[in-house]
């Protein structure tokens, strides 16, 4: 099993910044994807940003050059840096990974958007 404990939610005005952290503990080995989805109420859980272990990396459309993804494996942490936030960026941040053919995800962090 794999643990994902998120940190760094919070209010921020539109226009702000915020940096997402989240570390991975338990029998974690070859986390084949690290990454960031959102979810608002009475919407679908969406893909912010994803780090594949080769170094790929994708975004949600909507985040594309405003967001940065990035991991550490050495530390089992990924990372979200969130530039230029918009009212629209407001929504419950879940970090996942996926090992082999398992899919975890962490608890929720809040992100609210809001002037």
């Known amino acids: 099993q794999v643990q994902l404990v998120e940190s760094g939610g919070g209010l921020v005005q539109p226009g702000g910044s915020l940096r997402l952290s989240c570390t991975a503990s338990g029998r974690v080995f070859s986390l084949r994807y690290m990454g960031w989805y959102r979810q608002n109420p009475d919407k679908q859980r969406e893909l912010v940003a994803r780090a594949a272990r080769d170094g790929t990396i994708i975004y949600g459309d909507s985040v594309k050059g405003r967001f940065t993804i990035s991991r550490d494996d050495d530390k089992d942490r990924v990372y979200l840096q969130m530039n230029s936030l918009r009212p629209e960026d407001t929504a419950v941040y879940y970090c996942?990974?996926?090992?082999?053919?398992?899919?975890?995800w962490g608890q929720g962090t809040q992100v609210t958007v809001s002037s």
């Open positions: 996942y990974a996926k090992q082999i053919t398992n899919d975890y």
